[in-house]
């Protein structure tokens, strides 16, 4: 009964949020304090203990220091820079919209920055060179998504702080944030690839249909005006080059600790570097160079997202508590056939993150928990578990009720709305979840 109750609070907590348009974490809260202290029984004093300090420690730490580059205008300049190269070869745009806003999102401007940044640009491009905006939407999504996706971007490190407190190795962690990225990066490009060369074969048919090849030809061969962005201040260089030192300080112990696993020394400064701390430091050396202004740094702060984590952190929490995970856990590696269990929890995570705005945010913490016990029970490779339900519920992001698609929506112009959500929730979103489903089944058999 308490397991129901339970999994109905984590589903009103979604539903609440969306439909009041107010932060879901709040909302989860509340719930973790009603069933926790007056059901469960368990004292407010160690309900507070269960807010998840360590992940909100790691965000802010993180937030803090990259989003110097967002204040100084350095990533902004970069995607400018990149995109400009592209611009006598309009058809590779799309593409190039998608690796930019890769490496954007990697180097630490997060999913909703690149979102900003990249979408109404894609947009434009897009219908420009006559190739459905479809594209240019999935080119920004997928691709923010995929750089926050990198070890040490923002969705990286929340994963492997989500799988470590679960009892898995840091190694471990580490080679999961590595497969999420690798794996989520090739099905999105993949799919955008196959829809990129679906429209643009449909555009020139249409062009031939109406007589009109010689002008639809040029129109896409036309170069796209785009402005060269100004050259990098010191203070910009001066950015990106600390943003590659931290990059090569947090990857290298793990990648020396993989390769050398037995070597003591390695083993303890492996286990010593922690990205929260690191990010501090290299945000104090930031302020001493004077690279932003400080109160502008901390304004940029996801807040949002770190109260929406936070508090469906302490509602699984008490989930956890109550048995309720353990359960669901059971289910899934008892009365689902093996073979079957990665495509049950990427549909699992699909179906919940449609509604639920934020995989990290939501999803995640909600349902990472379940890892642990499933792959016990049926002895599969955690790694593959956490890849296929990560696959699911990233490949949702597109859906016209979530965040990203809702943003896309935004960036649409008004007249063309209806038809982008109707491609987004008839088009975008079953190619992206089918790709989720193929690439789990394949990712199966590999790791099998």
Not at 60 to 72: D, T, Y
Not at 211 to 237: G, H, R, T, Y
Not at 406 to 423: N, Q, V, Y
Request: overall charge positive; some cysteine; proline content about 4%.
């Amino acid at each position: 009964m308490i397991s129901l109750i339970m999994g109905i609070a984590l589903v009103l907590s979604i539903v609440i949020g969306r439909k009041a348009k107010i932060n879901i974490g709040f909302v989860a809260i509340s719930f973790a304090y009603l069933i926790g202290c007056f059901i469960i029984k368990i004292q407010p004093k160690d309900l507070i203990l269960m807010w998840p300090i360590s992940i909100f420690f790691v965000i802010l730490a993180i937030s803090l220091f990259f989003n110097f580059a967002i204040v100084n205008g350095t990533l902004e300049k970069l995607a400018g820079n990149l995109l400009y190269h592209f611009r006598s070869a309009p058809l590779l745009l799309p593409v190039a919209i998608f690796f930019v806003s890769v490496l954007i999102a990697a180097l630490g401007a997060g999913y909703y920055t690149v979102m900003v940044i990249m979408a109404p640009l894609a947009l434009l491009i897009c219908k420009k060179i006559n190739i459905n905006p479809l594209v240019g939407a999935l080119c920004a999504e997928c691709g923010g998504q995929v750089g926050s996706n990198f070890m040490v971007g923002l969705n990286g490190v929340i994963y492997r702080n989500l799988i470590t407190s679960e009892g898995f190795s840091s190694n471990l962690a580490f080679v999961t944030s590595v497969s999420i990225f690798i794996i989520y990066m090739v099905m999105t490009f993949l799919v955008i690839v196959v829809l990129l060369r679906f429209y643009n074969r449909k555009s020139k048919q249409a062009a031939c249909a109406s007589c009109e090849i010689a002008c639809a030809s040029s129109e896409i061969q036309e170069p796209i005006d785009l402005q060269k962005s100004k050259p990098f201040d010191k203070n910009q260089k001066t950015n990106l080059i600390l943003i590659f030192i931290f990059m090569i300080v947090l990857l290298i112990s793990p990648i020396l600790h993989l390769i050398l696993p037995s070597s003591a020394s390695i083993t303890f400064i492996n286990s010593n570097v922690d990205v929260g701390f690191i990010a501090v430091i290299f945000t104090v050396v930031a302020l001493i160079l004077h690279l932003g202004d400080e109160k502008s740094v901390i304004a940029k702060v996801p807040w949002n997202t770190l109260l929406m984590i936070s508090g469906m952190g302490m509602l699984v929490a008490v989930a956890v508590h109550a048995g309720t995970v353990k359960l669901i856990s059971n289910w899934v590696g008892s009365s689902i056939p093996v073979i079957l269990v990665p495509i049950v929890l990427c549909l699992i995570a699909a179906v919940l993150n449609i509604f639920g705005g934020s995989f990290v945010g939501v999803v995640a913490p909600a349902l990472f928990p379940v890892i642990a016990t499933v792959s016990h029970v049926t002895g599969l490779n955690p790694i593959l578990l956490y890849t296929c339900m990560t696959l699911g519920g990233l490949s949702t992001g597109i859906s016209p009720f979530s965040a990203g698609g809702a943003m896309i929506l935004g960036f649409t112009p008004e007249k063309e709305r209806d038809s982008m959500f109707s491609k987004e929730l008839s088009v975008g979103l079953p190619i992206c979840i089918g790709a989720a489903v193929v690439t789990s089944l394949i990712y199966f058999a590999i790791m099998r």
